[in-house]
T-cell receptor, first 113, second 112 residues
Framework: EAAVTQSPRNKVTVTGGNVTLSCRQT?????MYWYRQDTGHGLRLIHY???????QIGDVPDGYKATRTTQEDFFLLLELASPSQTSLYFC????????????FGPGTRLTVL | QEKVQQSPESLIVPEGAMVSLNCSFS?????SIWWYQQHPGKGPKALI?????GNKKEGRLTVYLNRASLHVSLHIKDSQPSDSAVYLC????????????FGKGTLLTVTP
C-alpha cells in the first residue's frame, strides 16, 4: 500500500512566524497534494504538483507557498503565519494519470497563536 | 467549480443496521466518484469508487450512481462499531482526473 508520511505531526507557532510542513511519499507517485481540513469546510486543496520542480495552484492558495524538491518530497511553507491558518493539514499522493485515487498522510495539526 | 454536498451530517445507528449515506454533485462531466473513510486522528482512506451509472458492490459496501440526478449513495450492510468514522464523498474532475473535490462528510456512529 502507498506510504505517505508527514512531519511534524503537531506544530504550534505565533502570528507572523515561519512554518514548513514536510511530506514524503515512497511510491514514485507523480502527483502530490496539500489540503487543509476545517470543521464546516471539509478538505480544501491548497497546492499540488505533478513532478519535481512543478507547482500548481489549488482552490485556497492565499498565504501558502509550496515546493516540490524531488519526486518524493513536497513542502508547504507559511511565511507569515496567521491564526486563520490554524488547521489540520494533509498531504496526499496519486499514482498515475486517469486514476483519481489519492493516498493520504496522517496529517499535521498546526496552531497559530 | 465543482460542488459536493453530503447528507446527513451525522448519523447514529445500532450495530447490525444498514447505513445509507448520500452525496450530490454539481458537474455532470465529473468522471469518477470516491468514498473515503476517516477515523479520528487519521488521514482519509479510499473505500470504493464508481464511474459508470448503476451500482457496484464490494463486500459489505454498495455504491449507487445516478448521473442524470447527479447523486451517489453509499450503503453499508451489517454495520459494525469499527465502521464509526467520518465518510467523505469525493468527485474527480479536471483533465486526467487530477483533482478531487470533497464534501464536508457524514459522521457515522455505530453503537454496540
Amino acid at each position: 500500500e502507498a506510504a505517505v508520511t508527514q512531519s511534524p505531526r503537531n506544530k504550534v507557532t505565533v502570528t507572523g512566524g515561519n512554518v514548513t510542513l514536510s511530506c514524503r511519499q515512497t511510491n514514485s507517485h507523480n502527483y502530490m497534494y496539500w489540503y487543509r481540513q476545517d470543521t464546516g469546510h471539509g478538505l480544501r486543496l491548497i497546492h499540488y504538483s505533478y513532478g519535481a520542480g512543478n507547482l500548481q495552484i489549488g482552490d485556497v492558495p492565499d498565504g501558502y507557498k509550496a515546493t516540490r524538491t524531488t519526486q518524493e518530497d513536497f513542502f508547504l511553507l507559511l511565511e507569515l503565519a496567521s491564526p486563520s491558518q490554524t488547521s489540520l493539514y494533509f498531504c496526499a499522493s496519486r499514482l498515475r494519470l486517469n486514476y483519481a485515487e489519492q493516498f493520504f498522510g496522517p496529517g499535521t495539526r498546526l496552531t497559530v497563536l | 467549480q465543482e460542488k459536493v454536498q453530503q447528507s446527513p451530517e451525522s448519523l447514529i445507528v445500532p450495530e447490525g443496521a444498514m447505513v445509507s449515506l448520500n452525496c450530490s454533485f454539481s458537474d455532470s462531466a465529473s468522471q469518477s466518484i470516491w468514498w473515503y473513510q476517516q477515523h479520528p486522528g487519521k488521514g482519509p482512506k479510499a473505500l470504493i469508487s464508481i464511474f459508470s451509472n448503476g451500482n457496484k458492490k464490494e463486500g459489505r459496501l454498495t455504491v449507487y450512481l445516478n448521473r442524470a440526478s447527479l447523486h451517489v449513495s453509499l450503503h453499508i450492510k451489517d454495520s459494525q462499531p469499527s465502521d464509526s468514522a467520518v465518510y467523505l464523498c469525493a468527485v474527480s474532475s479536471g483533465g486526467s482526473n487530477y483533482k478531487l473535490t470533497f464534501g464536508k462528510g457524514t459522521l457515522l456512529t455505530v453503537t454496540p
